[in-house]
T-cell receptor, first 114, second 115 residues
Framework: TQLLEQSPQFLSIQEGENLTVYCNSS?????LQWYRQEPGEGPVLLVT?????EVKKLKRLTFQFGDARKDSSLHITAAQPGDTGLYLC??????????????FGKGTKLSVIP | NAGVTQTPKFRILKIGQSMTLQCTQD?????MYWYRQDPGMGLKLIYY???????DKGEVPNGYNVSRSTTEDFPLRLELAAPSQTSVYFC??????????????FGPGTRLTVL
């Protein structure tokens, strides 16, 4: 079983501050996804990275996949209250019989205080 | 498009009872998944399906069963409910697997309590 460790587990910051969330594993993943989940709803995909060292930007969010494809980070610049939510990383790996499974981290619960 | 729909939204079961959690998607996706999410934990894969008639176990399949008779529907069955099955259950679907186009679309979840 592949494990994904996310840190920090909880993060409370003031509006306008920057933050970074980390996702680490000893396993190599074919892809790494970041999802955001609001209370009472299912996760929604933010980004998929597949190449070691890949960097993707989504407005104020910057995602990076580690060179060895074992870790990833999410950096938010000038956080806003609308960024509040649970951020989940998920590593994808091909398993037997042509299937593909995602392993999720436990998530980082972010609160941005106005 | 409604996306992925799940029923019921909430359910309380007594130990030993059985129930079926319904999941339907209208995106013509071949791949469907069932996850459970416990407080403070990430999502854990229970079962998945790569197409109608084909299902396989995920990380935590014990106590659950699934079937996939159509592309649209992927019900999850709990035969003998136990308190350890208290959780929020999410159904998801995807168009493909691997690569950049394997976004999983999630339903709103079913919150199940077993007393």
């Amino acid at each position: 079983t592949q494990l994904l460790e996310q840190s920090p587990q909880f993060l409370s910051i003031q509006e306008g501050e920057n933050l970074t969330v980390y996702c680490n594993s000893s396993s190599v993943f074919s892809s790494l996804q970041w999802y955001r989940q609001e209370p009472g709803e299912g996760p929604v995909l933010l980004v998929t990275v597949v190449t070691g060292g890949e960097v993707k930007k989504l407005k104020r969010l910057t995602f990076q996949f580690g060179d060895a494809r074992k870790d990833s980070s999410l950096h938010i610049t000038a956080a806003q209250p609308g960024d509040t939510g649970l951020y989940l990383c998920a590593g994808g790996i091909y398993s037997g019989a042509g299937s593909y499974q995602l392993t999720f981290g436990k998530g980082t619960k972010l609160s941005v205080i106005p | 498009n409604a996306g992925v729909t799940q029923t019921p939204k909430f359910r309380i079961l007594k130990i030993g009872q059985s129930m079926t959690l319904q999941c339907t998607q209208d995106m013509n996706h071949n791949y469907m998944y069932w996850y459970r999410q416990d407080p403070g934990m990430g999502l854990k894969l229970i079962y998945y399906s790569v197409g109608a008639g084909i299902t396989d176990k995920g990380e935590v399949p014990n106590g659950y069963n699934v079937s996939r008779s159509t592309t649209e529907d992927f019900p999850l069955r709990l035969e003998l409910a136990a308190p350890s099955q208290t959780s929020v259950y999410f159904c998801a679907s995807s168009y493909s697997i691997g690569g950049r186009n394997n976004e999983q679309f999630f339903g709103p979840g079913t919150r199940l309590t077993v007393l």
